[in-house]
C-alpha cells in the first residue's frame, strides 16, 4: 500500500478540488429545478435526532426532544406530499440521521403514506443496536423495509467508548445483530475504522465478529473529521490517517478470506445484496428534511440546517430548499463518474452511455489518467475498479464527504 500513497494524494487532491463546488453554492429563491423528469430516482429521508449523539459523528444531528421531533415529522411529511404533488416518483427510499427509529410511531404513520403513493418502493432504513426489538422488527417489515443498516461501529467496549458510542456495549450489539438476522432481504452493520485509539488487533477482532455472525454486509468506515459545532474536540477523535492503508488492507485481506466481495469501495457482501449508497444506485436524489443535500437535473441543493427554519417554510407552504448550483456539464459528469468509481465500475449499462463521447466534459482524459495510474481498467463499454484501485477510490470518498462536512459546519456557523 505504500507505493499507492502518491496516488492516493494525487487522487484526493483531485477530489479536493471538486469539493469546492459544495463551498459555491447559493441562496435559493426559486426552486424550479425541481421538477420531476422521466428518469427513475431515489428519495433521502433525513431524521436529525439522537438520543445519544455521537461526538465523531460528522452528519447533520440534533438531542432528541419529543416537541420539536412530533413538530419535526409533521413537516416531513408536508415535505415529502410536495414532490409527490409534483408528480415525483421514487424507486428507493432511505432513511438516515441521526436515528430514523427514534419515535417508531412517527415512522409507522410516514413509511405507509409515501408507500401508497409510489407503489411499494425500495426501502432502506439506519437504526440503532438499542432499537432492535421484536416488537420494532415486525413493524419494520410491516412498513417493507428491504434493507436494514445497524450502526454497530465496533464490538469492543473500550472503543466504544473511547468514541462516545455509549448507546449499547459490544455483546448487546452481538445479540441484536443475532436477532434482526434473517428478517430482511439485507441486513448491513456498519464498522468505523482508522480511530487514533484503535489497534489493529481490535478492528481485526471486529472483523472476525462480523464473520462469525455471518451477516449479509458490512460497511467499513473511515473516521472523518467530526461535525464541528463550537465544541472541544478531543484528541481519541482527531483523525490520522497515516494509518488509514494499514486499516484497509487487513480490511480487503479479511473480507475477502471470509467470502465477502465489495460491492462498493466500503461496502463488503456475501452473495447480491442491496447496498446503502443511493448515491451509487441513482444519478438524481430527492433529499428531504433539516439540512438534507440533494442532487437533481444537475443542480445540487441543500435544505436549510435551522429547525425552526425548516418548519416555518414549510408551514408557509414552500419547499425548505436553502442553497444550491447547477453543475456544468463537466462538474456534473465528474461528480457522476466519482460515485461511479465508489461502486467499483460500470457494468452493463456501458461508460458511453452514461457519459457519452464527447471531449468537452473532460471525462476522457480523467479516466485515462485513471487507467495510467492503475485505479481503473476497462474498454469504453465497461470500467472497472482494480483491487489496488479499491485503496484510492476509498480515499476519494473520503475526501468527498469531508467537503460534504465542511459545507454542513458553513451552514450551522452562519444559520443557513
Known sequence: ???????????????????????????????????????????????????????????????????????????????????????????????GGGNPTVMMDELVSLLPISRSRLGGPVISLETNPSDITPENIALLKELGVGRLSVGVQSFNDRLLKAMGRTSHTGVEAQEKVRLAQGNFETLNIDILYNLPDQRP???????????????????????????????????????DNRREGLFYKMILEEMYDGGYRPSTAWCFSRGRRMIDEYIVDYGDYIAVGCGAVGFFGGVLYANTFSLDRYSQMLESGGLPVALFRGLSRSEASRYRLLTTLFGMGIRGDGFRRRFGD??????????????????????????????????????????FFSALNRLREYCLRYGI
Not at 51 to 64: A, E, L, M
Not at 210 to 219: G, I, M, N, P
Not at 381 to 399: A, F, H, I, N
Open 201 to 239: 488487533e481490535v478492528l481485526r477482532s471486529d472483523i472476525v465478529m462480523v464473520r462469525e455472525l455471518e451477516v449479509d454486509q458490512v460497511t467499513f468506515y473511515p473516521l472523518m473529521p467530526p461535525l464541528n459545532r463550537g465544541e472541544p474536540l478531543p484528541p481519541s477523535l482527531k483523525p
Open 1 to 95: 500500500m505504500k507505493g499507492l500513497s502518491w496516488l492516493s494524494r494525487l487522487a484526493g487532491g483531485l477530489v479536493r478540488l471538486e469539493g469546492r463546488k459544495f463551498s459555491s453554492l447559493k441562496r435559493c429563491q426559486d426552486d424550479y429545478f425541481l421538477t420531476p423528469s422521466k428518469g427513475e430516482s431515489a428519495l433521502y429521508i433525513h431524521i436529525p435526532f439522537c438520543r445519544q449523539p455521537c461526538p465523531y459523528c460528522s452528519f447533520h444531528r440534533y438531542q432528541f426532544r419529543e416537541d420539536i421531533a412530533r413538530r419535526y415529522f409533521r413537516n416531513l411529511r408536508t415535505e415529502i406530499d410536495l414532490y409527490l404533488d409534483r408528480g415525483f416518483h421514487f424507486a428507493h427510499i432511505y432513511l
Open 358 to 399: 464527447s471531449p468537452s466534459n473532460g471525462i476522457q482524459s480523467l479516466v485515462a489518467l485513471l487507467q495510467f495510474m492503475g485505479v481503473v481498467e476497462g474498454d469504453g463499454e465497461e470500467l472497472r475498479v482494480t483491487g489496488e484501485g479499491m485503496m484510492v477510490v476509498s480515499r476519494m470518498m473520503r475526501e
